[in-house]
T-cell receptor, first 114, second 110 residues
Framework: DVKVTQSSRYLVKRTGEKVFLECVQD?????MFWYRQDPGLGLRLIYF???????EKGDIPEGYSVSREKKERFSLILESASTNQTSMYLC?????????????FGPGTRLTVT | SQQGEEDPQALSIQEGENATMNCSYK?????LQWYRQNSGRGLVHLIL?????REKHSGRLRVTLDTSKKSSSLLITASRAADTASYFC??????????FGAGTILRVKS
């Protein structure tokens, strides 16, 4: 069975802290994505990666960075967390390049920055 | 940029009734996908329809695509309480990523 896991379901951090969100997929997918989801705004793409050590900015990359050292793992980093980064973060993976294939999502991490 | 926009924002129906959700988008697309999200969870892929297809079925789901109107609809027939969820359309505009709409919240009352 296809599986995408995220390191935490709930996370509370303080303003200014460095935050790591980890995502692991076991499907040998090339593509991995990080989204944030806010009420009324749907999912917005932060970063995506189509190969190891490759990354591309999505629609809202400011304040975030990513790392993909291994094919199965994609990390989202908040260098200095701010209260406006309180959100639900969703990781996804897909086979091959492009959106022509379905994306498989993790359960999400609800991050609160106080 | 938000490509897909769902309508209505929220829908409440009785169990056994049909539910119809609509999605409009702005640019030409390669395909359009529908996803479901149960409360506080990740999204689950439901169906993908390509730009050269007009209709697709999967179980109780029926999706139509009208590229001339840049719109799609998702019909859930004989709804069940377990169908209560948020539904999102997502468009692949010939790029490497999907663009999601804000979603329709469906509540099925038993």
């Amino acid at each position: 069975d296809v599986k995408v896991t995220q390191s935490s379901r709930y996370l509370v951090k303080r303003t200014g802290e460095k935050v790591f969100l980890e995502c692991v997929q076991d499907m040998d997918h090339e593509n991995m994505f990080w989204y944030r989801q806010d009420p009324g705004l749907g999912l917005r793409l932060i970063y995506f990666s189509y190969d190891v050590k490759m990354k591309e900015k999505g629609d809202i990359p400011e304040g975030y960075s990513v790392s993909r050292e291994k094919k199965e793992r994609f990390s989202l980093i908040l260098e200095s967390a701010s209260t406006n980064q309180t959100s639900m973060y969703l990781c996804a993976s897909s086979l091959n390049a492009g959106g022509s294939y379905e994306q498989y999502f993790g359960p999400g991490t609800r991050l609160t920055v106080t | 940029s938000q490509q897909g926009e769902e309508d209505p924002q929220a829908l409440s129906i009785q169990e056994g009734e049909n539910a119809t959700m609509n999605c409009s988008y702005k640019t030409s697309i390669n395909n359009l996908q529908w996803y479901r999200q149960n409360s506080g969870r990740g999204l689950v892929h439901l169906i993908l329809i390509r730009s050269n297809e007009r209709e697709k079925h999967s179980g109780r789901l029926r999706v139509t695509l009208d590229t001339s109107k840049k719109s799609s609809s998702l019909l859930i027939t004989a709804s069940r309480a377990a169908d209560t969820a948020s539904y999102f359309c997502a468009t692949d505009a010939w790029g490497n990523k999907l663009v999601f709409g804000a979603g329709t919240i469906l509540r099925v009352k038993s």
